[in-house]
């Protein structure tokens, strides 16, 4: 299914400890229009995480239930677990015309671009590699061995910065959730959004077809 003049999806990835998490709070905060797709994982949850609202957390068994029903529209292993995107949820949300944001892996975007290549593809950057580092091992939720594997795993997603269309560094909350908001704007405004109904005045004044088919 692909949205027309519906939704945007859009897809937000980046490293680990980049501030994706962050970056989407505020962004919904400040467009509460905008749709949170809340994934599934088999992680446990951290300090101050809800069920429902970071994340659905999911035992093992239950994950790969939703493999076999294809009730995923991507889902990834990342780091020992799995992580996955409810697909009825999107699909729902854009069908009734509204923007949902996906915060996801390289990985799981990658499947998402094969099925919505109209899809709105954000990578965040951090603002240098010494800071994502600082980031990773700060958070002190995790062992060092944990910490070494996260900064292998973020080293490989920031090499696939070029499979995204855009590239935000996230180095002033502020800044970044303007650049991101600039994002969508533009993106609904291209002009084969313009939905072809739009045309159909235009059409009966020229003998040349339909417009948004030239
Ligand atoms: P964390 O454990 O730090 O919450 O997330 C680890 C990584 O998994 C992050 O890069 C996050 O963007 C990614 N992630 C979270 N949910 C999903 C999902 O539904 N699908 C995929 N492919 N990646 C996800």
Not at 89 to 101: N, Q, S
Not at 108 to 125: I, M, N, S
Request: aromatic fraction near 8%; hydrophobic fraction near 35%; include cysteine.
């Amino acid at each position: 299914m692909e949205p027309k003049d519906g939704g945007l999806l859009i897809v937000l990835s980046g490293p680990s400890g980049v501030g994706k998490g962050t970056v989407c709070k505020a962004l919904r905060s400040r467009m509460p229009e905008l749709v949170y797709s809340v994934s599934a994982t088999t992680r446990a949850p951290r300090e101050g995480e809800r069920e429902g609202t970071d994340y659905f957390f999911r035992t093992r068994e239950e994950f790969l239930e939703m493999i076999r029903s294809d009730a995923l529209l991507e889902y990834t292993e990342y780091v020992g677990n799995y992580y996955g995107t409810p697909r009825d949820f999107v699909e729902r949300t854009l069908a009734e015309g509204k923007d949902i944001i996906l915060e996801i892996d390289v990985a799981g975007a990658r499947q998402v671009k094969e099925k919505f290549p109209r899809g709105v593809f954000v990578f965040l950057l951090p603002p240098s590699f010494e800071a994502l580092k600082q980031r990773i091992a700060g958070r002190g939720t995790e062992p060092p061995e944990i910490i070494a594997h996260r900064l292998r795993k973020a080293a490989e997603e920031v090499a696939r910065v070029r499979d995204y269309q855009y590239a935000v560094v996230n180095d002033d909350i502020e800044a970044c959730c303007a650049r991101i908001q600039a994002i969508i704007t533009a993106e609904h405004c291209r002009s084969e959004r313009v939905p072809p109904g739009y045309f159909r005045e235009f059409e009966r004044m020229t003998s040349a077809g339909p417009i948004s088919e030239r």
